[in-house]
């Protein structure tokens, strides 16, 4: 059986828990296994690297500009000229 990534119900409450993945551990589930108590949970050194992680700067993919941009497009001429829409009698 292949390992989950995902974290279980007891990494709720923990802010390393990203939803589909642990920040830390990359089987949340061998962390509680058998009566353990993770090592990251109430850990203040970890969740203080994890904030710092949070803050540093992004490197955004070429894919993701891409999509910030492409709604930006103006749709005008070069000009600055209106369009004739369908319809429009000159
Ligand atoms: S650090 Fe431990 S409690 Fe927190 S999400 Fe990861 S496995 Fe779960």
Redesign the pocket.
Known sequence: MVPSAK?VR??HA?P??LGDR?W??AT?RD?WRAGRR?A??DNATLQAEFRLWQKRPQVKTRKELRRENSGARKRSSVLGEQRPKRGDKH
């Open positions: 974290p007891k990494c923990c390393l828990n642990c830390h551990f949340p962390q993770c990251g949970f």
